[in-house]
């Protein structure tokens, strides 16, 4: 298996631009999870899937952030419109389920908002 | 809400001594996780622990979550340059199905 695939692994873009971070979970794993890290807080949570529904988005910031799950196969956390306080590095996580089960992340989506 | 904090922030240590990086809950933990992180990659799984006073065990990494299933520490014996990274304690969200995670431990080794 390739493992969680996240696109793209870099991101520049100018503050008020529309940012869409792309992610596909592991074939057969339930449970997705974005993640957001920076030096100053660690790493957050920002919200979690189980079956393509949004089971608590309360860790997003922000109305700018969104985040969709159309299908199994492939999620989305998009920012609009992107602030330099964005910048971080994003990550996607999936797992079979949710309660104690090992989380694989991606490779993450490193952002810059300049 | 849950929180944990690891101890120490930071720790460099001489390549083939010994450390120890200490995960401590707020809450009762269901789950705890350990994961280490390389500088500009993700996260990768090193060892879940859910009972009171389980112990596990790989390579040269041990984890143990004490009885009251409050703490967690992670030891590595004999350390080499591989093993340095970002580690993180993780605790499952037992209400939530979420994972909590705590600020990291950043380990240095040097040869």
């Known amino acids: 298996d390739a493992g969680v695939i996240q696109s793209p692994r870099h991101e520049v873009t100018e503050m008020g631009q529309e940012v869409t971070l792309r992610c596909k979970p592991i074939?057969?794993?339930?449970?997705l999870f974005w993640y957001r890290q920076t030096m100053m807080r660690g790493l957050e949570l920002l919200i979690y899937?189980?079956?393509?529904?949004?089971?608590?988005d309360s860790g997003m910031p922000e109305d700018r952030f969104s985040a969709k799950m159309p299908n199994a196969s492939f999620s989305t956390l998009k920012i609009q419109p992107s602030e330099p306080r964005d910048s971080a590095v994003y990550f996607c996580?999936?797992?079979?389920?949710?309660?104690?089960?090992?989380?694989?992340f991606g490779p993450g989506t490193r952002l810059t908002v300049l | 809400s849950q929180e944990l904090e690891q101890s120490p922030q930071s720790l460099i240590v001489q390549e083939g001594k010994n450390l120890t990086i200490n995960c401590t809950s707020s809450?009762?933990?269901?789950?705890l996780y350990w994961y280490k992180q390389k500088y500009g990659e993700g996260l990768i799984f090193l060892m879940m622990?859910?009972?009171?006073?389980e112990e596990k065990s790989h390579e040269k990494i041990t984890a143990k979550l004490d009885e009251k299933k409050q703490q967690s520490s992670l030891h590595i014996t004999a350390s080499q340059p591989s093993h340095a990274g970002i580690y993180l304690c993780?605790?499952?969200?037992?209400?939530?199905?979420?994972?909590?995670f705590g600020k990291g431990t950043k380990l240095s080794v040097k040869p």
């Open positions: 622990l859910q009972k009171g006073g």
């Open positions: 996580a999936s797992s079979p389920g949710l309660f104690a089960y090992e989380q694989f």
């Open positions: 809450k009762t933990l269901y789950g």
């Open positions: 899937f189980n079956n393509n529904v949004p089971i608590d």
């Open positions: 993780g605790a499952d969200g037992r209400s939530q199905g979420n994972l909590i």
């Open positions: 074939s057969g794993h339930n449970s």
